[in-house]
Structures are given as C-alpha cells and as structure tokens.
C-alpha cells in the first residue's frame, strides 16, 4: 500500500487503485457518522474533493490523491459510515479509480515513512 501526508492509503488491485482513509486518520476523527461520495466516473485532478466526512468531532474532506478518473465507489460506507471506524483500511475504502499515470504512485510513502510521519 502506499500513503498521503493527507492520511489516505491507496492499493493496487489490477487497472484500479483502492482509496481510503488510515485508521490514524479514523481515530481522530472519532465516530463518522455521515458520508457522502462523488458520482461516478467522474475525471478528478489530484487534491480535488471528492468525499465528505462528518464525525461527531468534525467534517472532513477526502481529496482525490492523483490525477485520474473515480469508476467505482463503496455504497457500503455511505450505509453505514460506521465501517470506517470498524475497518478504515479494509471493508470502509471510499472509491477506486484509474490512474492517468500509475507512476504517480512512486511520489507516495511507504507505510514505514508514513508510520514516521503520524509518528
């Protein structure tokens, strides 16, 4: 898997790349409560908004972390947000897309760096 600075994990699975939050990410927020996800497909450019988060602690956004397009996204989540407190880095990923540029993926951390990062 690969990291943001913005708390987000992406993983490959064939021509997709799977988006989600990190359970760092999950606990600060508290318990989410409601989430909203984008329209697919839908073209994004990285840093984009694509996914609101409210929390009992606050509301948040989901930036799109690379130039791409969202295909899909996790119906499940916006059912039940709570997943993302139960499993922020399995059953709770928010979308998957295609990348304009896999090798974008090399600009990411490792989960050792960003292990240093959330320190």
């Known amino acids: 898997m690969k990291y943001t600075e913005d708390h987000e994990w992406l ?4 021509d997709v790349v799977v988006v989600g939050i990190t359970a760092h990410a999950s606990e ?3 318990d989410v409560v409601f989430v909203e996800l ?15 988060i409210e929390s009992v602690k606050a509301a948040s956004d989901i930036r799109a972390p690379l130039d791409g397009e969202i295909v899909e996204v996790n119906q499940d989540v916006a059912d039940n947000p709570g ?9 709770a990923w928010f979308f998957k897309m295609k990348l304009a540029d ?8 490792d989960e050792a760096a960003y292990n240093a990062l959330i320190g």
């Open 28 to 30: 600060q927020l508290g």
């Open 38 to 52: 984008p329209d697919t497909p839908k073209g994004v450019s990285t840093g984009d908004e694509v996914v609101v």
């Open 102 to 109: 896999k090798s974008a993926l090399d600009g990411l951390m």
């Open 83 to 91: 997943l993302v407190n139960e499993d922020p880095t399995g059953k």
């Open 11 to 14: 993983r490959v699975e064939g």
